[in-house]
């Protein structure tokens, strides 16, 4: 069956065996197209093999096993980071809140609060140190919290509004001490009449303090002066003291500390 | 001339269709082709060598592709699929290459 290319072509009618070869033709030239296009679009995985897939998949799963992991190590270090800093926040507050009730005691922070006025004043001079100190005691037995004794003071100024300009001895236990003339003296500063104790504690309780017979009143009337004694809602201890550090005390190891 | 038409309407047909191949024939698909192409390179030095016979193409071209596809198929049953496409894409491709230098013998004579 061998015939030249050009009969062939000129032949009008179509055998078919012609058509399957142009069927089959068409089909590889179909089917080519085809197989280009899906491997343009998908990319290589679309035409790797089984066994191909297979390994490329084990491959991404140890992968993602490997980054699994590291994700949950450092998840774990993130939640240890961050319960350690709210621990240590925690351990900031209560550290400030102990400073503050410790500096009120020792006198190094302001206090306020509800208290008394006693305002004490001795025309005849015979107001001691030791007078003011026996008050001091009485105040700090009765109860009060914060002690600032101030003098002179200005009586015409009202007392809730007085800064202690010369005012001296904060805390709930100033350093009393005899001045360089006659007066007191409070934590190496001279006081002079007439005086004032700023105290902060229950009111009534350090008014009936005060005021008990043979106590500070009656003790300082005795001796010429005066004593004004005013219940306040708020009064403030603004006199500070510097923190010495202890020459010779050293915080000893606690339990459970 | 007829076969070159059929040749090109078949690509037409691919690009304008955009079929997407299933996937129980994707690993068939790309060996089928390459053994039509075998099939088609042998017609035209066939042709060219004034020995052609259209039932002989037919024949040859069908049995290529169903070869190829059979070989591929029980390559991926015993688990080397991978080897055995590749090597009947190399087999495929050196009788193409062969056919192509006989072809161009024919046409450039040298």
């Known amino acids: 069956m061998n015939r030249p290319l ?52 084990d491959e991404l799963s140890n992968r993602n096993d490997r980054l699994r992991d590291e994700v949950s190590a450092l998840e774990r270090a993130r939640a ?5 800093g709210d621990q240590s ?32 004043t001795d025309p005849d001079g015979r107001i001691t140190p030791d007078v003011l100190l026996d008050a001091l005691e009485e105040l700090r037995a ?10 002179p003071v200005d009586l015409s100024v009202d007392p809730s509004e007085a800064s202690g300009g010369d005012s001296g001895g904060g805390g709930v236990s100033p350093a009393l001490g005899d001045g360089d003339e006659g007066g007191g003296g409070v934590d190496g500063r001279a006081l002079y009449p007439p005086y004032r104790f700023v105290v902060v504690g229950e009111p009534s309780t350090l008014a009936s303090a005060v005021a008990i017979p043979g106590g500070v009143v009656d ?39 | 001339m ?38 088609v390179f042998g017609a035209v030095r066939a042709q060219l060598e004034k020995i052609f016979d259209d ?13 190829a596809g059979l070989v591929v198929f029980l390559g991926d049953q015993l688990g080397v699929g991978g080897q055995l496409s590749t090597g009947v894409v190399v087999v495929l491709g050196i009788r193409i290459f062969s056919n192509a230098a006989a072809i161009r013998r024919h046409v450039f004579h040298a």
């Open chain 1, 219 to 257: 003790n300082i009337e005795q001796r010429g002066g005066r004593v004004l004694v005013e219940e306040r809602d708020e009064v403030v201890v603004g006199a500070l003291r510097a923190l010495e550090e202890p020459r010779y005390a050293r915080p000893a190891p606690q339990d459970g500390d």
């Open chain 1, 89 to 120: 926040e925690a351990a900031l507050a209560e550290a400030r809140r102990r400073t503050q009730l410790l500096g009120i005691l020792a006198g190094t922070v302001p206090a306020r609060g509800p208290g008394l006025l006693l305002t004490i």
């Open chain 1, 6 to 57: 050009c009969r062939r072509f000129l032949r009008p009618r179509l055998r078919r065996v012609d058509v399957a070869v142009a069927v089959l033709l068409a089909v590889l030239g179909f089917a080519a197209v085809v197989q280009v296009r899906s491997t343009q679009e998908d990319g290589p995985l679309a035409t790797a093999r089984q066994e191909d897939l297979v390994q490329i998949l």
């Open chain 2, 55 to 67: 039932r002989v193409f037919v024949v040859s071209f069908v049995s290529n592709v169903l070869v």
């Open chain 2, 2 to 39: 007829i076969p070159a038409l059929a040749l090109v309407v078949g690509v037409v047909l691919g690009l304008v269709l955009e079929p997407t191949v299933p996937a129980a024939l994707q690993p068939y698909l790309p060996i089928a082709v390459v053994a039509a192409l075998d099939a």
């Open chain 1, 80 to 84: 240890e980071l961050t319960t350690g």
């Open chain 1, 142 to 151: 009765a109860g009060a919290e914060a002690i600032q004794l101030e003098g």
